[in-house]
């Protein structure tokens, strides 16, 4: 009898000691919580006789597991490819000069390299089975962290075990809801879904347009001026492309430094294409404009194109590097680049450092198939002449791009069947955050000679005569 008056006392206090927002609360959560017991109880009760569930069932339509898809899609096209990737590739029965696929540097054919993957391979399996954090880690991803990290003469890199994801992954790592990024138009889908997973405020400049960039980040700074309680918690960053997958174009790199600098900007540069093309020893772009590295607080790149592999990596600081290793999301929680392919990207580093005269190599054959492909009557070519990645468009830009892109397709094909292999760029256009013109991808291969080159702009421009 003495605990019941003990129990009201202790009620009492709790009642006198508690806010009222906070008792209102719990009424209602406890009110929602009894209302829904009784409501699946109620539910639970309902019976329906054997004509109801035969009439329910046979008005059910369930939705299509595969949503009605246009036959003539493009991408239902495919055209399917016969032979190893190369210099030269069979497609569709047709053994091609391969213009279409980014072995910039011709290390998929390299001898040596297939040797140390296959010892790799017989050494560790197929898979490493695992993301790095848990029990995906071997020596040759550690080895392969430190060489990039010593290539680029940074403290550290991270490898990731795929290209799309390093980009994608790096930049939600450090940029967050609240945070502004200031990002080319041009950027590919990569870079897009990366900034769509920071949920930070994106503004688009004009593609290489620094005026226009300018423009936008003296508007942040009025903003800033006008909220210094939110500028001071709001971070600031420009994404931008070593060369541009989109365009091919290069980016104006102290351009960018000087306004990061101005502006008090952190910058990240995606070198996926410019790693291990431009520079005289294959460093990027940073080489290629003589910047110190210390000006870009992160370099992003794919293993994809230049070192004859999958994956990607990132290098910069101890700090940046190990903030990656606990929040890059396709680090964390993707399998570990497999050991072949980890070895594959070692021996390709060696290659790069026995014989940097490859880089060289690569950019004259840029220059000439630059020089020989300006000559198109009906295409007109637009990139960078370093760049390894090239566009042609139709020269005179038709209405409907639908019938562009039909042209441009009717192009590949002939192409292919007359022993050029050429593609055109596809894209999510549904997804792109730019609308992007539709062109044919060329890309530039180290081992292409004078007359591979005079080849393929005498098919092309032949093919384009009779399309166009």
């Known amino acids: 009898m003495v605990a019941i008056p003990y129990l009201f006392n202790e009620i009492e206090r709790i009642f006198q000691n508690t806010p009222l927002y906070v008792i209102v609360l719990e009424a209602f959560l406890l009110l929602s919580v009894i209302w829904l017991l009784l409501f699946k109880r109620n539910g639970r009760g309902k019976r329906y006789s054997k004509e109801e569930e035969e009439e329910i069932i046979s008005k059910y339509e369930p939705e299509p597991l595969i949503a009605e898809t246009d036959p003539d899609h493009p991408l239902l096209k495919t055209r399917l490819v016969q032979s190893k990737v190369g210099k030269r590739v069979v497609v569709d029965g047709h053994d091609c000069l391969n213009l279409a696929t980014h072995n910039y540097l011709g290390l998929l054919e390299d001898e040596k390299i297939l040797e140390d993957a296959c010892a790799t391979l017989k050494k560790y399996g197929v898979g490493s089975c695992g993301p790095r954090g848990f029990y995906g880690t071997m020596d040759v991803h550690l080895d392969l962290e430190d060489r990039l990290a ?36 041009k950027v590919n889908f990569a870079i897009q879904k990366g900034l769509d997973a920071s949920r930070s405020t994106i503004y688009y400049y004009k593609h290489n347009n620094m005026a226009d960039l300018e423009r936008l980040l003296i508007e942040q700074q009025q903003r800033d001026i006008k909220n210094p309680n939110k500028a001071a918690k709001t ?27 101005k502006y008090k900007l952190r910058l990240f540069l995606d070198e996926s294409i410019s790693f291990g093309t431009l520079g005289k020893t294959g460093h990027g772009l940073t080489e290629h404009f003589n910047v110190d590295l210390v000006e870009v607080d992160l370099i992003i790149a794919g293993m994809e194109n230049s070192l004859a592999t999958i994956g990607g990596f990132c290098v910069g600081s101890h700090f940046i590097v190990e903030h990656q290793r606990l929040s890059g999301l396709g680090y964390c929680f993707s399998a570990s680049l497999p050991p072949l392919l980890t ?82 760029a596809h894209y999510l256009e549904n997804l792109e955050k730019q609308p992007i013109r539709h062109s044919i991808r060329i890309t530039v291969n180290r081992l292409l000679t004078a007359n591979d080159i005079k080849q393929a702009f005498d098919v092309i421009e032949s093919v384009a005569n009779e399309v166009l």
Not at 168 to 181: E, F, L, M, N, T
Not at 371 to 376: A, D, G, L, P, Y
Request: a negative charge; hydrophobic letters at 45%.
């Open 343 to 424: 070895q594959a990207a070692i021996s390709a580093l060696d290659r790069f450092e026995r014989e940097p005269q490859m880089f060289l190599e690569l950019q004259e054959i840029s220059r000439k198939v630059q020089e020989e492909f300006n000559k198109f009557s009906k295409l007109k070519l637009c990139a960078s002449e370093l760049s390894p990645v090239k566009h042609l468009y139709i020269a005179e830009q038709r209405e409907n791009a639908d019938k562009e892109r039909e042209l441009l397709t009717e192009i590949a094909n002939k192409c292919i069947a007359r022993d050029i292999a050429i593609v055109e």
């Open 150 to 185: 010593k290539f680029m003469g940074m403290e550290e890199a991270v490898v990731y075990s795929y290209g799309f994801s390093t980009i994608a992954s790096a930049i939600q790592a450090y940029a967050k809801r609240g945070d502004v990024i200031f990002a080319d138009e």
């Open 235 to 261: 971070r600031r960053f420009i994404v931008a492309e070593g060369i541009y997958m989109n365009t091919g174009e290069i980016c104006p790199l102290p351009a960018l430094v000087a306004l990061r600098a």
